[in-house]
């Protein structure tokens, strides 16, 4: 069975604090994919890793990916209130599924 | 077109209804997603496009959805005889290559069932 699990579900978080998001798949992919939601909004894509080992950042934001251990990971540094959103990761399979994980609903306060 | 366009954004139904939901990719792109999220919830695939064909219908949760697409281009996703449980915002997103490629979405036609 596809299945791609992120954690934690819920981050609460302090301004200027560091924290990592994890997904995890359960079948062997080569592109992983986070994407941005923010309330009522659709998605926006934030970065797309397609070999393993990739490492992408973009302002606070860095998304790496670990196709032997079936593991990306988002990290955020320096948190700032703007990045308050749910982040979605999500894994290509075989067939061009794309498998979106939970989501981690991320809160920055002051 | 600039980005993806969906149509209605907002539709509310009584139960029994059949209700079709329009997705206008960016031009040029030969791969087109259906997505369903429910309140709260993660994004659940339903079909997947590559050109007109459908090659992953996996997803669709029963004989009363369906989607087609024409001429490569807009797609149209259809519910019949519509249940409270189909109250779901449902995103379309677009891919130049397909799932190698980076997904656009739509901002969604958000359906209500009464």
């Known amino acids: 069975e596809l299945k791609v699990e992120q954690n934690p579900l819920f981050l609460s978080m302090q301004e200027g604090k560091n924290y990592t998001i994890y997904c995890n798949y359960s079948?062997?992919?080569?592109?992983l994919y986070w994407y941005r939601q923010d309330p009522g909004k659709s998605l926006e894509s934030l970065f797309v890793?397609?070999?393993?080992?990739a490492v992408k950042q973009e302002g606070r934001l860095m998304a790496s990916l670990d196709t032997k251990a079936r593991l990306s990971t988002l990290h955020i540094t320096a948190a700032v209130h703007d990045l308050s959103a749910t982040y979605f990761c999500a894994v290509g399979f075989n067939t061009d599924k794309l498998i979106f994980g939970t989501g981690t609903r991320l809160q920055v306060f002051p | 077109g600039a980005g993806v366009s969906q149509s209605p954004s907002n539709k509310v139904t009584e139960k029994g209804k059949d209700v079709e939901l329009r997705c206008d990719p960016i031009s040029g792109h030969t791969a087109l997603y259906w997505y369903r999220q429910s309140l709260g919830q993660g994004l659940e695939f339903l079909i997947y496009?590559?050109?007109?064909?459908?090659?992953?219908k996996s997803g669709l949760p029963s004989d009363r959805f369906s989607a087609e697409r024409t001429g490569g281009s807009v797609s149209t996703l259809t519910i019949q005889r519509t249940q409270q449980e189909d109250s779901a915002v449902y995103l379309c997103a677009s891919s130049l290559t397909g799932m190698a490629g980076e997904l656009f979405f739509g901002e969604g036609s958000r359906l209500t069932v009464l």
């Open positions: 496009f590559q050109g007109n064909s459908a090659p992953d």
């Open positions: 079948t062997t992919s080569d592109r």
């Open positions: 890793l397609l070999s393993n080992g």
